[in-house]
DNA sequence: TATGAATGAGGCTTCATTCAT
DNA sequence: AATGAATGAAGCCTCATTCAT
């Protein structure tokens, strides 16, 4: 059935690479890119220094694959629902459970002593997707969903709205009711500051 | 007890600490916290480097003292403009024009490497901060200022606008303005909440 | 037994050999011996890095592998042309200019670093080639062409003379002026000698 | 008798530096420069490896450090004596017996595992005594002390037969009887080679 | 036998920290 | 207390060598 061999040891490359992918994002998430060191790299992997420069030149070039990569999926996502959204109250409300219910499957599954990582929002993945976040928005005041309103700003009150919110989730908040909120204040706030403005 | 030489070697100590943290607040605003050294710290300064180590334990704890010197000192100006506020609309626009306006007097001594200085949302002063405005919001409650909701989830939507909004008001936005907007949002929101819940 | 397979991988075998040891000349020519590595000789080649342990066990052993097989072809033509010859100036004279003409051979192929080319004078080769003139330079007394002398110290000299010349013949001197002007420094000097002794 | 203290903390810094320079002269004469490491340089020391950056930056500086220096405190010595020859024989056997002196002397000092170690001709030392002993060729070809001839073969010549009958030096010849078959060899070779030119 | 990825020793250097003065 | 040289752990990276395919 297919021939084993070549494709085994493309295989273990490719596994190589997203082993060094998945401890660099750990370890980012953990101790920020600035002082994580590539030793922290390769030691949250099973394999041996040398092997970290096989794949990677340094820490930077980690840093771009993760930021170029197909390194959080939940970015997809995000940018799926917004575009789908046929109205204000539903880009934010499916914006937001996607995102909260992301945040707990990640909890879910993060090692106790990776615990104490907040996001990040200095990551790379973090820093993309407030980009693409002020994209969406654009692109919701154009298709007439939202007023027209400064979406450099709109979006940083929704980003830090999402990771403070996120932090309630994580302590057992419901998702699904936090997301709402979040809607409701964000509605109101909108209505208001396009009265306002 | 008046004696001059005591006084004298007093005033020194005094001196030589503020040396050490003057040079440190211009060392990890111009590389950033995570990549300044202790030798970056000592070199900027006349003294010696084992003088470092007679007033602090590691690079870490300069960075405290920097944090509870002079960083939140902010803490109590915003309790007191909270509790001076006659209507929500004062309770929000008051605190965060005092909130952005200290980020802003912080970042004047910060000229580069804006990354690093993000405000750290796990780091003791601000979850007390944290506290505080939580406090607030439920005496603003009690006092009739705010109709009864979450206040939880109020407070972490609040902070996280404020510490995204701040990076905004880094950047160049004006704080006037950045709270005005900031302000208009939440009422917004709280009043459609509040229709809401 | 006329088998083509077996002669056909011995070929291969033999040339990648060769194409190990043509790449290693040129590496170390281009780098000197003492920078250069295996990976360099590696990667002047088509072959896999693990293909070289399966020819030499170091770097070492292709520099005893060039000069066994290439450098120190010049011994049995030293030895020739001083066994044929007729004369003391002969004996010196023709031994110089083979020497020298090979050192210039070798060193085309010697663009840079010139440093670490030079004849090191505890390699085996070196020593064996010491031995060989001293028993020349015995049979040479022994034909009359040479006055007794002390040939162990005469050997040390002639060799010393060699060395340093072969330096200046590679830095552009010319060959035949340099083995007449060795020549005629050896034998004025042994017309002392022997006047002395 | 002076003070102490001052003194004291200067001299050990003069002292890591000279044992510096002693370690890295040895490990260059055992194993050449360019394959030295600055890791075999302290490992030939007391002293642990942060504290070689202490005193040089580099491999390379530690070798400017020696060939600039104090290093061999033999080349003045050269100089001194072939300056002060009033004829052509006391030049050269004047030179030879201070040379062969000193390589002795090492010889004795030198510990049994740095044996093997060959005067190297790329050393620093060596190099520059070379190009010293083609000056005071020159001058004393002005002098008059001897016929005008190609005063860079002579060095060599006169440089090779140094190297090499210092080895039999080594292995027990007589100073003075080899430093006396050096310069009749060469006082020789010298008349003829006038004679000739 | 050829391949080339993995390995980990080892080289270079900087740094936090200690300690004799 | 202040000093600054010494220390050695630890980061970075390259390399020789092994070994599964």
Request: proline fraction near 3%; charged fraction near 25%; aromatic fraction near 8%.
């Amino acid at each position: 059935m297919g021939d084993p061999k070549t494709s085994r040891r493309d295989l273990t490359k490719a596994q190589n690479r997203e082993t060094i992918l998945a401890a660099a994002r750990g370890v980012f998430a953990q101790m920020g890119f600035a002082s994580a060191t590539v030793r922290d790299i390769i030691r949250a992997t099973p394999l041996a220094s040398g092997t970290f420069y096989n794949y990677f030149k340094s820490k930077e070039e980690v840093y771009q694959a993760l930021r170029d990569g197909t390194a959080l999926a939940i970015r997809p996502r995000l940018r799926e629902v917004r575009l789908a959204a046929n109205s204000a109250e539903e880009f934010f409300s499916a914006g937001f459970r996607v995102f909260f219910a992301f945040v707990v499957s990640q909890h879910g599954e993060t090692p106790a002593s990776v615990q104490e990582s907040r996001f990040r929002m200095d990551s790379p993945e973090v820093l993309a997707g407030f980009a693409e976040l002020r994209e969406d928005l654009d692109g919701a005041v154009a298709r007439g969903l939202l007023p027209s309103l400064n979406t450099q700003m709109l979006a940083a009150s929704i980003a830090g709205m999402a990771f403070e919110l996120a932090e309630q989730v994580k302590s057992g908040a419901d998702v699904d009711e936090t997301a709402n909120l979040a809607t409701a204040l964000l509605l109101g706030g909108i209505g208001r500051l396009a009265g306002t403005a």
